[in-house]
């Protein structure tokens, strides 16, 4: 089975532009998580999609935003980046939502640089 | 809410020798607990995980981790490491109720040297 995909692997933009992640989970995984990775801060949770329903929302303002495709594949857009926004985004996809426990899976992750 | 503190932001090791990556947590309710290990331009991959049950748990890679409730720590232990080993190390806490959303310790940075 293959795993998470993550395209771009690598992307740079500029301030003030906008841009968009893909994740493809593994097959028949319907949740998918976003989360990003900065020196600073670590690693935090930006939002959770199953079913093609946001289910949960890590604090980040609202210039982050995400959906998922009945295919269960998964976007996140960043819009007006800033410099802080350069880091590297990781997507992890598992079996099913819900309030119990479902291992996920991390994809490789997208780098993003923004000068 | 939930916390994680990684105690070593880095953590030199001489080949062969055992290793012990320390992570405490902090939540108002039941958890489940997690290490992940992140090699260098990779996604994180999971090394154990602590759902209930036994407190000692064993991992992919010689790694085992135990649970301490009373101290609210997941310290992860391997008792002889590679140069392989060499990676960054991650604790990671869930709720309960909390679905798939993971609360991250900041990391440990692994150097195994020769």
């Known amino acids: 089975k293959a795993g998470v995909t993550q395209t771009p692997r690598y992307l740079i933009k500029t301030r003030g532009q906008q841009v968009t992640l893909s994740c493809s989970p593994i097959s028949g995984h319907r949740s998918v998580s976003w989360y990003q990775q900065t020196p600073g801060q670590g690693l935090q949770f930006l939002f959770e999609?199953?079913?093609?329903?946001?289910?949960n929302k890590g604090n980040f303002p609202g210039r982050f935003s995400g959906r998922q495709f009945s295919n269960s594949r998964s976007e996140m857009n960043v819009s007006t980046l800033e410099l802080g926004d350069s880091a590297l985004y990781l997507c992890a996809s598992s079996l099913a939502g819900g309030t119990n426990y479902n291992e996920q899976f991390f994809g490789p992750g997208t780098r993003l640089t923004v000068l | 809410a939930q916390s994680v503190t990684q105690l070593d932001s880095q953590v030199p090791v001489f080949e062969e020798a055992p290793v012990e990556l320390r992570c405490n947590y902090s939540?108002?309710?039941?958890?489940?607990l997690f290490w992940y290990v992140q090699y260098p331009n990779q996604g994180l991959q999971l090394l154990l995980k602590?759902?209930?049950?036994?407190?000692l748990v064993k991992g992919i890679n010689g790694f085992e981790a135990e649970f301490n409730k009373s101290q609210t720590s997941f310290h992860l232990r391997k008792p002889s490491v590679h140069i392989s080993d060499t990676a960054e190390y991650f604790c990671?806490?869930?709720?309960?109720?909390?679905?798939?959303?993971?609360?991250f310790g900041g990391g440990t940075r692994v150097l195994v040297k020769p």
């Open positions: 990671a806490v869930s709720g309960k109720a909390a679905g798939n959303k993971l609360t």
């Open positions: 939540s108002s309710v039941s958890v489940y």
């Open positions: 602590y759902l209930s049950g036994s407190t």
């Open positions: 999609y199953f079913s093609e329903t946001q289910r």
